[in-house]
């Protein structure tokens, strides 16, 4: 499985994103080619479906069966890809007229996505199980079936960009629409996953994608979508985490100013991140953020919004989709340490597996368990796990 990206006149690889027109002849080019599509029972998927039957691929329908749900439970999560979701799929793939599989992937998912999101909550840091998802199992599952389902290409709904070079390098853009990118999330995809996906809908906006499916009549083009993260359920992180087995015990710790100060009590570290202000319970003058989460004690320390800004970070497990800097070398590069945030110009130097990051102004609230990605311009050059937040 792989995609030759067109060189232009010169003969010389293409750089920037592809544009709407360059998509277009991304997917004309898979014409009678078998490819791959990762259904979630939304309308983004639905549409990418749609646009690759509408070029005369050979499309697969996958999805995933990642969580099953637990109805007597009140609290319990809205399972990821549940029954209706995989029927939703199932109703796109038979609409367009081709095959539908679904795909068990659920100890997977609990090995590779929950319990680490356990793990990390434990240990006083906030994931983002989504990205980790995507990279472990979601993309890697799928690419497997794919591959062994004799497809070219694997594409799904995501908004990104994607062009590979002639020596099958990927390189990985952000999304047309700013307000729907999601490169963030696929920073960590394995390169020999990346270099076989392709977006259809990644140089639309979400507009245009809504427009598409609903004249089109595609049976989910009224579906809203899910913002929360889909195993939590309705007692927040905290409270799924609670009720787990690794989470067995007293919990109970202390709060504390910035001089060490007890400012008052807390039912367990899960339920705080850093730089969260509500739901603190502690009476002050001003308002209050958390600064410090320190899990072996059960410590949560507190102060202003000023105490949030730190100068750079640390980063762990990093990944480079195009290719990695020589270690040592400083890379300039915009560095988002959250999805909604706002991405800040940095010098970025790689050590070995890790890299270090100092930022050109300070940032806030820079949480270790997230992730943190490297963009110049539009491309993402690369990413990894905070661990360390630096004064």
């Known amino acids: 499985m792989h995609q030759i ?30 490819v791959a599509v990762a259904l979630s029972g939304g309308v983004d998927s639905a549409v990418t479906a749609l646009r690759l039957v509408e070029v005369g691929a050979e499309v697969v329908g996958l999805a995933l069966r990642l969580h099953d749900p637990e109805p007597d439970n009140p609290l319990a999560p809205r399972a990821c890809c549940p029954p209706d979701d ?11 007229g081709f095959p539908f599989y679904a795909v068990d992937a659920r100890k997977p998912f609990a090995d590779h996505v929950v319990r680490p999101f ?30 062994a389902l004799g497809c070219t290409h694997l594409a799904t709904g995501h908004f990104a960009r994607l062009r590979v070079d002639e020596l099958l390098r990927p390189r990985l853009f ?33 507009a245009q994608v809504r427009e598409r499916a609903l004249s089109s009549g595609l049976p989910v083009a009224h579906k809203l979508e899910s913002q929360e993260v889909c195993f939590v359920g309705g007692a927040g992180a905290g409270g799924f985490v609670m009720r787990q087995p690794e989470a067995k015990g007293d919990h109970r ?41 320190d899990a ?24 480079w989709p195009f290719q990695a800097p020589p270690p040592g070398q400083l890379v300039r590069a915009m ?28 940032v806030r609230a820079i949480s270790p368990g997230q992730a943190a990605v490297f963009y110049q311009g539009d491309e993402v050059v690369g990413g990894g796990w905070i661990v360390e937040a630096m004064v």
């Open 118 to 147: 356990v793990t990390e909550y434990l240990a006083g840091r906030t994931p983002n199980p989504c990205v980790g998802c995507n990279a472990f199992v979601k993309l890697e599952r799928l690419h497997r079936r794919a591959v």
């Open 174 to 206: 952000a999304g047309s629409d700013p307000a729907k990118d999601q490169s963030y999330f696929l920073f960590s995809t394995p390169r020999d996953i990346l270099r076989d996906l392709i977006f259809p809908v990644g140089a639309w906006d979400k």
């Open 335 to 362: 560095v988002r340490v959250r999805y909604r945030g706002v991405a800040t110009m940095a010098s970025v130097c790689r050590e070995g597996e890790e890299a270090s990051v100092r930022f050109d102004a300070p």
């Open 296 to 319: 072996p004690s059960k410590t949560v320390t507190v102060g202003p919004a000023e105490s949030l800004l730190r100068s750079g970070l640390r980063a762990q497990r990093m990944n």
């Open 86 to 96: 995989l029927q939703d799929a199932r109703r796109v793939a038979e609409m367009l």
């Open 5 to 34: 990206e067109p060189t232009n006149d010169k003969g010389s690889l293409r750089t920037r994103a592809p544009s709407a027109e360059e998509v277009n002849e991304q997917l004309s080019s898979l014409r009678g080619q078998r």
């Open 253 to 293: 710790g202390i709060i504390v100013s910035e001089r060490g100060e007890k400012l008052g009590e807390h039912e367990g570290i899960m339920n705080y991140t850093v730089g969260q202000r509500r739901g603190l319970k502690v009476a002050a003058r001003h308002p209050l953020h958390v600064l410090h989460i």
